[in-house]
């Protein structure tokens, strides 16, 4: 049967809470105290949505399960999308309504750019101090899969020095650290890595198991988890987050 991987349905749209957090991820501002105009003025989205209102395609860095979820969520938004994902060919990226471009490509003019991409052995500190350097003032990074694909030192002074906005979800280390500098800056929105593990999540990730283990034992293929694919596992690597030293 091969390996079956828990981690995102494998059917896209499906309003996986971990989807529904990166789109809604600058609404964590009113925790820090702020009022909309307040917001506004931290995110520089101005009460808009990727896509809205302006011309230019949003950067994805990898399209995987998360960013498949996440592209119908943000359709209602008419958002063009420009992917690098070098595991992906051209034409399938075209079949999902997105275009391919280099990775050099994503920055410079990029207005919001999502970290998507699983961990490697190959795309540690992918999105080097150079790379981020050339993202613009006004663009938003929002960071959902892991911090091992940002040299997150950069990003974290990058950030502080206002060069452009972030939003991030995932960190080096976990819990972070109180006294890490990326809490002191005005231009970041924070959250706990935490929308795989509310609530409606964990029971969804219940039913995936329970669905495909009574598949298996009725002789039928496993649909919802997703297969761990022989030619790419040896790139995979390995997602735990460690914790900080006592």
């Not at 009460?47 to 498949?68: C, K, N, Y």
């Not at 995932?170 to 924070?190: K, N, Q, S, W, Y």
Request: hydrophobic share 40%; with cysteine.
């Amino acid at each position: 049967m091969g390996v079956l991987a828990q981690t995102r349905p494998q059917e896209p749209g499906s309003g996986d809470s971990r989807e529904t957090e990166v789109v809604s991820e600058r609404d964590a501002l009113p925790r820090r105290g702020g009022r909309q105009d307040q917001r506004d003025e931290a995110t520089g989205l101005s009460g808009q949505m990727p896509g809205q209102g302006r011309e230019g395609f949003d950067r994805w860095v990898g399209f995987g399960s998360i960013a498949r979820c996440l592209r119908p969520l943000l359709a209602p938004f008419d958002c063009p999308i420009a992917v690098y994902d070098p595991w992906l060919a051209e034409g399938y990226l075209r079949s999902q309504g997105v275009e391919p471009v280099l990775l050099e490509h994503l920055f410079a003019a990029s207005r919001v750019l999502f970290v998507l991409a699983a961990p490697t052995t190959e795309n540690r500190a992918l999105l080097s101090r150079e790379l981020l350097a050339q993202i613009g003032t006004s663009a938003v990074l929002v960071l959902v899969s892991r911090a091992h694909v940002v040299d997150f030192d950069a990003l974290t002074e990058l950030v502080l020095q206002g060069r452009f906005k972030a939003a991030i979800d995932i960190f080096p280390v976990e819990p972070l650290p109180v006294d890490h500098p990326i809490r002191t800056a005005p231009g970041a929105v924070l959250s706990a890595h935490r929308a795989g593990s509310v609530k409606e999540g964990l029971w969804e990730l219940g039913r995936m198991v329970v669905d495909d283990l009574e598949a298996i034992t009725r002789g039928l293929p496993p649909q919802r988890l997703q297969p761990a694919q022989s030619e790419l596992i040896g790139h995979v690597a390995t997602s735990r987050i460690p914790k900080p030293r006592p």
